[in-house]
């Protein structure tokens, strides 16, 4: 059975911290790693990642993902309480003959205090 | 570029009633799949549609089932409604030409009383 593990489940930090967020993931087949930010409803897209070793940055957020030891980062530098929200880290296990699906880990509840 | 939209966006059943669900995906994506959240169980996939066809379908009991029609809305449909049905019911549109990406509707959120 395919399984995504995130840690921490729940981290409170205070604005100006950096924090990492955790991503474990054992699947049979392996497309993507995805990582999104839940705030109330809708889970916004953050980054995707496919290749071993390669970050992607957008702002103050970064991610790295190491397929040989299966697992992922998200870093958030300098945090603002509107950082706070639900990161959810997902595998997309889809082959091209039985179509796409999402596995997702538990999900980290990011606090920020001001 | 218009996202994903689903309707309606709450909902109140009583338990043994029925409940269908809709979601207009990303046009030009013709992948939806649905997603069922709940504090305890997280986000667990329940079925993939393309071109009208069920691809992929997770482990949910058949009360369970959808449809996809041939402008890739989709709906999702509960029967027999249980307690334990409640949840944030998600779609997610998806594009092979697009580089695979998933974008979330803001769900539809079920409640049974």
């Known amino acids: 059975e395919d399984k995504v593990v995130q840690s921490p489940l729940s981290l409170v930090v205070h604005e100006g911290d950096t924090v990492t967020l955790n991503c474990s993931y054992e699947?049979?087949?392996?497309?993507?790693l995805l990582w999104y930010k839940q705030e109330k409803k809708a889970p916004t897209f953050l980054f995707m990642l496919?290749?071993?070793?390669i970050e992607k940055k957008s702002g103050r957020l970064s991610s790295i993902l190491d397929k040989k030891e299966l697992f992922s980062i998200l870093n958030i530098t300098a945090t603002q309480t509107g950082d706070s929200a639900v990161y959810l880290c997902?595998?997309?296990?889809?082959?091209?003959?039985?179509?796409?699906?999402?596995?997702f880990g538990e999900g980290t509840q990011l606090t920020v205090n001001p | 570029k218009a996202g994903v939209t689903q309707t309606p966006r709450y909902l109140i059943k009583t338990r043994g009633q029925q409940v269908t669900l809709s979601c207009s995906p990303i046009s030009g994506h013709r992948s939806v799949s649905w997603y069922q959240q709940t504090p305890g169980q997280g986000l667990q996939f329940l079925f993939e549609y393309f071109s009208e066809t069920q691809r992929n379908k997770g482990n949910f009991p058949g009360r369970f089932s959808g449809r996809q029609f041939s402008n890739s809305r989709s709906e999702m449909n509960v029967s027999t409604l249980e307690l334990g049905d409640s949840a944030l019911y998600l779609c997610a549109s998806s594009s092979r030409t697009r580089g695979y990406g998933y974008t979330f509707g803001s769900g539809t959120r079920l409640t049974v009383v």
């Open positions: 997902a595998v997309d296990t889809s082959l091209e003959t039985s179509g796409s699906r999402l596995t």
């Open positions: 496919t290749s071993s070793g």
């Open positions: 699947v049979t087949n392996f497309r993507s």
